[in-house]
Each structure stands twice: as structure tokens, then as C-alpha cells.
T-cell receptor
Framework: DSGVTQTPKHLITATGQRVTLRCSPR?????VYWYQQSLDQGLQFLIQ???????AKGNILERFSAQQFPDLHSELNLSSLELGDSALYFC????????????FGSGTRLTVV | AQKITQTQPGMFVQEKEAVTLDCTYD???????LFWYKQPSSGEMIFLIY??????QNATEGRYSLNFQKARKSANLVISASQLGDSAMYFC??????????????FGQGTELSVKP
């Protein structure tokens, strides 16, 4: 157990639907990062939150949004889902804004049918 | 632009032998960090080793060592005495910046390592 908890582990949903992925960072970590891993794009950075505020943004689609709550857990919302959104979504956490070590969760595998 | 290149899509190694996985990077920053992660078939991302751009000595963690050649912008992972459990996908990643860019990691495409008994 890495200490970063992601739920659910698997998610199957239909095109056009909306889903929420949840991440609880390792105790004491203030930064949460979201990554998408797909066969064609590889591992892509989506967004980073630090202590509740957005810190950095990658190529995150407008249909996707995220937030970090006061208890530091984070949620990634994916809406108007398309087949191409099927991927493994990872959450990672680190203590500070710049990390010398990142701890990854086990991921949420999203399948859009 | 920041970029990580792993030129070996797949590699085979005999059990108990050493193997080197290649990684080159491109950055204009003076301060950066380099990471290697292992992803077994189960999917989780396991941190292996870290090298800072100002670290003078190559990083080592057990059977893993990082061959850091700054002038060549390479950060190769060396696994000594390979074990069957080392069979996995290996990713090289880079973190740039001093905070004004956040802490995101840029990943390479990965190298799939297969260890033969």
C-alpha cells in the first residue's frame, strides 16, 4: 500500500456520461497530481493542486475538471465521456510543490463503452 | 521543450545478468530531477530511483543505479543481477523547475523489460 488511495479501481460507463474519480493523498502530502495513461498518448500530466489551489496544468481537456478539498483529497471529474477517454488515471502526491519523490496510487481504470 | 526519450521499446535480459535501460532528456533548465518508475503488469507505478541535476554522484538504490551523464543529457537505469520479478515496464521521467512551474513529471514512452529464466 503506497499510502495514496484511489477509488474506484475500475469504472465502466457509457459515452456521454460523467464520472468522478477520487484520490486521497499520503498523510502529510500537500500536492496532488493527476495523470492519464493511454496506449496512444502514454503517461500525460493533467493537473496539480497544492494545498487546495491549482498549481500547474497540462493538456487537460475542457470536459475534465478537478479540485482539491480542505481535507486535501482530490476529485477528477470527467464529463461528456468519449471512447478515447478510456485510460488508466493515476493520482500521485508529494509533500511540497516541487517533489523529490512522488507516491502514486494504484490508479482507476476507466472504460468508456 | 521538455522531452524524455526512451529508445528501447522492449528488451530481454537473462536472469542474474545486468541490464541498462536508456533515457535521454531535453531541458533548458539548470535545476531538474530525474526519476525512474517501474510498472508491473498489475498497473501500479513503483518509484525506483531519483537523481537531482546538481547531485555529483550517481544515485543508487539497492540493485538499481542511475548512470547520470549531464553533458550528454542521459540518465540510464542499470539493474544489476536481474530477477524474474523485474519483468515490467520501466519509465524515465523528469521534473523541471523551481516551483514556478509546479512539480509535474514528464514521462518517456517506456521500455518493456522481460527477464528470461
Amino acid at each position: 500500500d503506497s499510502g495514496v488511495t484511489q477509488t474506484p479501481k475500475h469504472l465502466i460507463t457509457a459515452t456521454g456520461q460523467r464520472v468522478t474519480l477520487r484520490c486521497s493523498p499520503r498523510s502529510g502530502d500537500l500536492s496532488v497530481y493527476w495523470y492519464q495513461q493511454s496506449l496512444d498518448q502514454g503517461l500525460q500530466f493533467l493537473i496539480q493542486y497544492y494545498n487546495g489551489e491549482e498549481r500547474a496544468k497540462g493538456n487537460i481537456l475542457e470536459r475534465f475538471s478537478a479540485q482539491q478539498f480542505p481535507d486535501l483529497h482530490s476529485e477528477l471529474n470527467l464529463s461528456s465521456l468519449e471512447l478515447g477517454d478510456s485510460a488508466l488515471y493515476f493520482c500521485a502526491s508529494s509533500v511540497g510543490q516541487i517533489a523529490y519523490g512522488y507516491t502514486f496510487g494504484s490508479g482507476t481504470r476507466l472504460t468508456v463503452v | 521543450a521538455q522531452k524524455i526519450t526512451q529508445t528501447q521499446p522492449g528488451m530481454f535480459v537473462q536472469e542474474k545478468e545486468a541490464v541498462t535501460l536508456d533515457c535521454t532528456y531535453d531541458t533548458s533548465d539548470q535545476s531538474y530531477g530525474l526519476f525512474w518508475y517501474k510498472q508491473p503488469s498489475s498497473g501500479e507505478m513503483i518509484f525506483l530511483i531519483y537523481q537531482g541535476s546538481y547531485d555529483e554522484q550517481n544515485a543508487t538504490e539497492g540493485r538499481y543505479s542511475l548512470n547520470f551523464q549531464k553533458a550528454r543529457k542521459s540518465a540510464n537505469l542499470v539493474i544489476s543481477a536481474s530477477q524474474l520479478g523485474d519483468s515490467a515496464m520501466y519509465f524515465c521521467a523528469m521534473r523541471e523547475g523551481r516551483g514556478n512551474q509546479g512539480g509535474k513529471l514528464i514521462f518517456g514512452q517506456g521500455t518493456e523489460l522481460s527477464v528470461k529464466p
